[in-house]
């Protein structure tokens, strides 16, 4: 069995690799080039779960791509195996899958992400090798992570959650300001402490205080 990875956290690097895909070899840095992406794992191809959220993240890619934001999953099959069940997810789903599937029959990427399920011993392959967990990582285009989501192998993951939350990532990177609970474009920002609210109303306009560590502003797009 692999080694277990270092952890990754919030500004790691993270890591490159070669791999085959659905759509042809890659090597992941060269991939993600200038662009936000979100790399996403399944436990295993043509499980229920999976083919219901691949179809989902296919269905809203055209708002990814909008925002500059490329999608690639992986599941811990081979190629041939990732095509038939594309095949499937664009029947059940209605969609048109085109963003490609990692192949990671031996865990190389599983490990390397720390996606590997070690609380549940039953959550293997026919093999007995551990299969990958739901996991979703968001990294920008300095090859950095800036969000890490885990869910367990049987609960299903939320596509608008992770759209708001580039949404989010995009808005504090262009303005500097950060995303209150529940927050939704067009819905008003939050000032960061650092930030005069003299800066802030010279930069966004009208500034709403409701404690001095707690001030809003709303961003005009």
């Not at 997810?89 to 599983?110: C, M, T």
Request: proline residues 7%; charged residues 25%; aromatic residues 10%.
């Amino acid at each position: 069995m692999a080694e277990r990875a270092a952890p990754l956290r919030l500004g790691s690097t993270a890591p490159d690799f070669d791999a085959d895909t659905s759509n042809g070899p890659i090597n992941f840095h060269k991939f993600i080039g200038d662009k936000w992406t979100i790399l996403f794992s399944h436990p295993d191809d043509f499980t229920p779960i999976c083919t219901t959220e691949l179809g989902a993240f296919a269905k809203l890619e055209p708002e990814f791509t909008a925002r500059g934001v490329q999608l690639i999953g992986l599941s811990a099959n081979n190629t041939d195996s990732h095509h038939a069940w594309i095949k499937d997810i664009d029947e059940v789903s209605g969609s048109q899958l085109k963003f490609p599937i990692i192949s990671d029959p031996e865990r190389k990427v599983a490990y390397a992400y720390d996606m590997v399920d070690f609380q549940d011993t039953t959550n293997v392959d026919s093999k007995g090798m551990a299969l990958t967990i739901r996991s979703v990582f968001i990294i920008d285009p300095a090859k950095k992570i800036r969000l890490i989501m885990t869910y367990p192998a049987s609960t299903g993951r939320n596509t608008a959650e992770v759209l708001r939350v580039v949404d989010a990532l995009q808005r504090t990177e262009k303005y500097g300001v950060t995303c209150p609970i529940n927050w939704l474009p067009g819905d008003d920002n939050v000032l960061p402490p650092p930030m005069k609210t003299e800066d802030a109303e010279a930069k966004f306009g009208e500034v709403r205080t409701v404690k001095p560590y707690l001030r809003f502003v709303n961003i005009k797009e």
